[in-house]
RNA sequence: GCCGGGGUGGCGGAACCGGUAGACGCGGCGGACUUAAAAUCCGCUUCCGCCUCAGGCGGAGUGUGGGUUCGACCCCCACCCCCGGCACCA
């Protein structure tokens, strides 16, 4: 590619009092420079060099096929933002992906008859075209493709560590389970609404065998978001989720009477609750257990058998919707047993309930109807006593008309009476430590990550299931377990692998004998678990990443993406990442030091684009018409990135007028001779006071603003240019600091302007401009005038003006004067540069 | 219900640390260029009222109602609405 010039062929525009120019065509050049800087590497982002690091991520896109509106939304503004840290001095990493594994690449094959295999990767030739069409300084010498072979073997030497050391197991548990995707899903794939997140089916409950990574291990360590810079929003999401409550678990007492025992020898001679009340023990008047404890099968009383039985089943066919499903009563089964109160020694009945989870702190709660609502309904609904035992304040003892949560004064607590309730817990809590009865605990919300699919389009899970030895991991030199080409795909319930007699009978690494493998596949986040991690050597064959390239590299300075992953991907891999850290595999608590969230990007209808509501942008489109560049800076323009909102057609002409005049402008010569020397310094402040705005609103991520900045600074010069001659030199600085602050957003047309005014190629490579801070200072200024804090007047002053002076002139003001009126002048509030108030009455 | 974020012209949005509300852009209106249109360029464009109307003057105004302050889009209190998340978590 030789040198761009002006062609003699070139189309011309007449600029009104100015030589014919070249025309801005974007097409021709875009295209010119793309291929340009990839024949030059010029992205290609050494690992040696000399600048500090710094690893700017964005997430990668699912091969969906087409790279939509979105996408965009998400990447070119932070290409942006990479291209300005580079300038900026840094040796910036901007890595791109495709994450590859997943259901739809299989629903697509049983739809249309494609493998999953070739859907993938012909979706990823296509993506990575379009991708190249954005112009951005992706290090393409470095892509990951989650299906690769040589990728997802690393999974399986992380689940087979992670098993090693008791982080992955597996454990039959009630899971979700999605009819239609025929798989189980991470409580995290379970919408609000108990539907699944994929296809909205309503999920239902399944026991079944299942793979777990035990996140819960990490929890308190999760909950600390101190060492990283992230947006409060998704931190407040990551606490909420895993939600941790700090209280005591209690025994209470399990003496069946004869007769009663559901089974011959009941061993347990306790049932142990968790609560956070612990101050309202006295106020127990029944103890409502989850239908699927463990316990409930031994203590329920004969006669009630039946009815309990038809509940738990009753229970267990709820979907997550139904029991969801709000304002609904409160409804449960008595057992016909009574367990003991320690503290009190009454006796409470023993009920099942399905507002008792068995999954949260011991499955079993303490029924305390005068102090939780959940009790108070379940004991008005069941006629239960709702005893006071904090008494609100000024209570006189009348009956509750709803529980009273918040704190007190106890009463009915035997030697507890007249503690604050706060101050009770506490003593309880030590009471019942002291007694042995219990001990102060945590509970949290979070749960294990289950990651085992019964699907086909995923990383088989490196286990091989003995009949002698049990489940056996797969040795080292066994990896990768490749995902056979062949299997038939269609969802039965179980995983497609499973009827695939070649992958599945093999021998047993230990014993030798015959053995079948596990045929599961991992959840598609195990993927983006570490993605970034590999970016740093995709094709190292001795461990997941060169360990010098770790060292250098990570972690993560900068990371960009949705906020729709905020307790999925972002939580998996915080976990992920503090597991590999113990294994000795990276430095650091964290992984992404700074993350930013992009808002979303509407339709024009401000609705979510959708196929089905028309209303979705096409960007290929865009970028024909006005060319990528356009493209681009429109969408950072359109507000605050975090912000997103709708796309609106029309507004992307503002951003087309604006290129075209920055073509204009620094093709054309401008008007020489002796320039005021006024005017010189005012256009050097604007550029200086430019350069400013720009590097501290790129800084902080406001694209629009930025832009807002580089369009005034355009307006001034356009404005300079037609009112008189230009000085040469300042003139040159503006066009020069214009261009380089314009390569970040628009590349192409930087680079192409950078070369045309003969600077040496390439604008990318250049440093960001610099402003001089005495430059920026104005020599006048707007003093305004207020009378009782409402503007009045405004004066040009010199901005050094003396105060005495001000306000001598602000008074002086005739316009002031009529205000004041002849009333008395109170005091005068004087802001040095900015106003004057003359406060009267 | 709880936790975050937000509510500013016709529209997207701007406003530093409490000091000119509406930058920048779209749209609209008027004008220049053109046979014409497109494109481009220039001017005006928060609302209301008034006047001696190329201009000028006054009032109101940042979801609502209060408060603090010389001065509030910004701080405080109460409330309404919108978006996102969580939601029987003991």
Redesign the pocket.
Known sequence: MTEAAPRKTEARTV??GHPALPRYDPKEIEKRWQKRWAADGLYRTPDDAPQPKFYFLTMLPYTSGDLHVGHWYAMAPSDTAARFRRMRGYNVLFPMGFDAFGLPAENAAIKEGIHPHRWTYDNIDNMRRQLKTMGAMFDWSREVRTCDPEYYRWNQWFFLKLYERGLAYRALAPANWCPSCQTVLANEQV??DGTCERCGTPVTRRDLEQWFLRTTAYADELLDHSKIEWP??VV??QK??I?R?E?VEIAFGLDLPAGRHGAPGVEETEIR?????ADTIFGVTSMVL?PEHPLVPKLTAPDRRQEIDKYIEYARRQTEID??S?E?E?TGVFTGAYCKNLLSGEDVPIWIA?????W???????GVPAH?Q?DFEFARQFGLPIKVVVAPPDWDGAPLEQAYVEPGTMVNSGRFDVLPSEEGKQAIADYVEAQGWGRRSI?Y?LRDWLVSRQRYWGTPIPIVHCPKCGPVPVPEPGLPVLLPEDAEFKPTGESPLAGHERFVNTTCPKCSGPARRETDTMDTFMDSNWYFIRYLSPHYDAGPVDPALARKWLPVDQYTGG?EHA?MHLLYARFFWKALRDLGLVDGDEPFLRLFNQGQILGPDGQRMSKSRGNVVAPDEQVSRYGTDTFRCYLM????WD?G??Y?F??I??????L??VWNLALSEPPAGAADPVAVREMRRVTHKTVRRVTEDLERF?F??M??AL??MT?HL?KARESGPVDAAAWDESIDSLLRMTAPAAPHIAEELWTRTGRPYSVHQQSWPTWDADLTQEEEI?L?V?V?????D?LQVPADIEEALAREMALASP?VQ??IGGRDVL?V?Y?PG??V?V?VR
């Open positions: 600029q009104p919408l609000p409060e929003q407040a999401m909420n989720w939600s409550s209280g609750v968790f609560t956070t009340r989850a029991r969801m709000m609904r409160k399905d507002y008792a989870l068995l949260y702190g011991t499955g079993a709660v303490m939780d959940r509970s919300r906020a307790v323009f359109l507000g605050p912000e909102g709708p609106a029309e507004g002409t503002g951003i087309w007028r604006w075209n005049r406001r629009n603003t832009l807002a369009m005034e307006n356009t707007t305004v207020q009782n804090g409402k503007v009045r405004r316009r009529a205000h005091r509030v802001v900015k106003l108030n406060v």
